[in-house]
């Protein structure tokens, strides 16, 4: 059930899903620029193989870090619509806006993302 929101939380969730959607759309192409990088890599020489193959590595590595935000986005887009964007996943307080403006899909709170970082 979504709680009713005044003019200024209004503003701020159209705000928050207009940045949520840029992200999203951005780490989409970036996805898929990595994807035509490999397709044309498989059409290189032997001997650029082995360079290929280390340049491979790295974008796997950096891939996996985009679908890991690409989902947080997603998932934010996903509370967003249920009315509960902003609320910390592990100690259920509100995030601060200043916070959700850095990192409009953050999940935890400052200090339950400290205790989880150690």
Same mark, same amino acid.
């Given at each position: 059930m979504r709680k009713p929101t005044n003019g200024n939380q209004g503003n701020s969730i159209r705000t928050f899903r207009k940045e949520l959607l840029n992200?999203?759309? &951005?780490? +989409?192409? *970036?996805?898929?620029? *990595? *994807?035509?990088?490999?397709?044309? !890599? &498989?059409?290189?020489?032997?001997?650029?193989?082995?360079?290929?193959?280390?340049? &491979?590595?790295? +974008?796997?590595r950096v891939d996996r870090v985009f679908y890991a935000e690409l989902r947080q986005v997603e998932s934010?887009?996903?509370?967003?619509?249920?009315?509960?964007?902003?609320?910390? !996943? &592990?100690?259920?307080?509100?995030?601060?806006?200043k916070r959700l403006r850095a990192v409009p899909w953050a999940t935890y709170c400052v200090d339950c993302q400290d205790k989880a970082a150690d």
């Amino acid at each position: 059930m979504r709680k009713p929101t005044n003019g200024n939380q209004g503003n701020s969730i159209r705000t928050f899903r207009k940045e949520l959607l840029n992200k999203k759309a &951005e780490l +989409q192409v *970036s996805l898929g620029i *990595s *994807s035509k990088r490999r397709a044309d !890599a &498989e059409r290189t020489s032997e001997d650029d193989r082995i360079t290929v193959s280390k340049d &491979e590595f790295l +974008q796997s590595r950096v891939d996996r870090v985009f679908y890991a935000e690409l989902r947080q986005v997603e998932s934010a887009l996903a509370l967003l619509d249920l009315g509960v964007h902003g609320t910390c !996943a &592990e100690c259920g307080a509100s995030i601060s806006s200043k916070r959700l403006r850095a990192v409009p899909w953050a999940t935890y709170c400052v200090d339950c993302q400290d205790k989880a970082a150690d």
